[in-house]
């Protein structure tokens, strides 16, 4: 009882038990004395010391106290704090090497190995510098890529070099440097490459090749035999690869495509929105009807010809395009 003349008695609370001469509670590890003299519990993330909670330090966590009479964090309050009921914080552990406390769950901080590419730095993860590289995780440090073999920053592992590909374990082979006449390149090897996959493309109008292995040639002699690029076709009488369309005018729409090979008439269509029609170079609206006719076939989207219908209404009779006449 912490003061004189009292009427009542006080109990210590979950978290402490009274001194032998019973005027004060003693709190276990994790626990400090209230307002109201009983012992509460520290926040979680906190141990006592010297009567006052303070957080666990970085790189540590503060774990829940079973029975504990030792700890490297608290104030050791006697053999009594063996038989408090637990739920107490009351150590603060150090991490594992290659550990940070990264978060809280379930009211317990809870250390987590550092990711791949990262190492311990401290109380936290940093990510392995660059031509370094962290395979595991929990590392302490990050190991040098061996040469010719590169890393970019917060790597698992070396590479090969853009321009490269990883042709044995130890060699990075350079990707291809030139394209064959008339070509250029479309793609070269990125970073990280396992195989040559640079590739080339035959440069506007060209018919014959592909770039890559074979050149380019302007003109294809041998009719349904040239490999026109994508976005050509091949023209029988010019036999020539000549550009499929690349817009419409409006308000027509594009629809289809070129593909890379032998096409004998451009796949792109334009096509025209309902009540018109592609006449060939543009849209062109289909016929309307005539007063006193009712429209009974319309032209519908994408078609290539008039195909309006229009029929003259009961007591009238005519072409329902031009005319209708009362009969």
């Not at 509460?40 to 010391?49: N, R």
């Not at 060209?206 to 035999?225: A, E, F, H, I, K």
């Not at 009807?289 to 195909?307: K, W």
Request: proline share 4%; hydrophobic share 30%; charged share 10%.
């Amino acid at each position: 009882m912490p003061l004189t003349g009292a009427s009542v008695c006080w109990t210590c609370g979950t978290y402490g038990f009274p001194n032998a001469a019973k005027t004060q509670c003693v709190c276990v590890g994790g626990a400090m004395i209230g307002t109201d003299y009983r012992c509460v519990a520290c926040a979680y993330g906190s141990v006592t010391s010297a009567a006052t909670c303070f957080p666990c330090p970085p790189g540590s966590v503060c774990s829940l106290n079973f029975n504990t009479t030792i700890t490297n964090c608290s104030q050791v309050l006697g053999t009594a704090v063996i038989s408090y009921k637990a739920n107490a914080n009351s150590t603060c552990d150090a991490c594992a090497a290659g550990s940070v406390m990264t978060q809280l769950e379930a009211n317990t901080q809870k250390c987590t190995k550092c990711p791949e590419g990262t190492y311990q730095k401290g109380s936290t993860c940093a990510a392995c510098p660059i031509n370094t590289y962290a395979a595991a995780t929990g590392s302490i440090t990050c190991q040098a890529c061996a040469s010719p073999f590169v890393a970019p920053l917060g790597s698992a592992a070396c590479v090969c070099a853009a321009g490269y590909y990883k042709s044995t374990s130890t060699t990075c082979t350079q990707c291809r440097q030139t394209c064959m006449a008339g070509a250029s390149f479309v793609r070269t090897c990125p970073l990280g490459s396992t195989s040559d996959v640079s590739l080339c493309a035959c440069v506007g109008n060209n018919s014959v090749g592909d770039g890559t292995s074979t050149d380019c040639l302007n003109t294809c002699r041998v009719p349904q035999s040239c490999g026109c690029a994508r976005d050509f076709y091949y023209h029988t009488t010019l036999r020539l690869c000549l550009a499929c369309k690349t817009s419409c005018p409006s308000p027509a729409t594009m629809m289809g495509a070129c593909q890379k090979g032998t096409v004998l008439d451009d796949a792109v269509q334009c096509v025209c929105p309902a009540h018109m029609y592609w006449m060939g170079t543009s849209c062109a609206r289909c016929k309307g009807c005539a007063r006193n006719a009712t429209l009974v076939s319309a032209c519908i989207a994408g078609s290539t010809q008039d195909t309006a219908k229009c029929v003259c209404n009961t007591g009238f009779v005519g072409n329902g395009i031009t005319y209708c006449i009362k009969t």
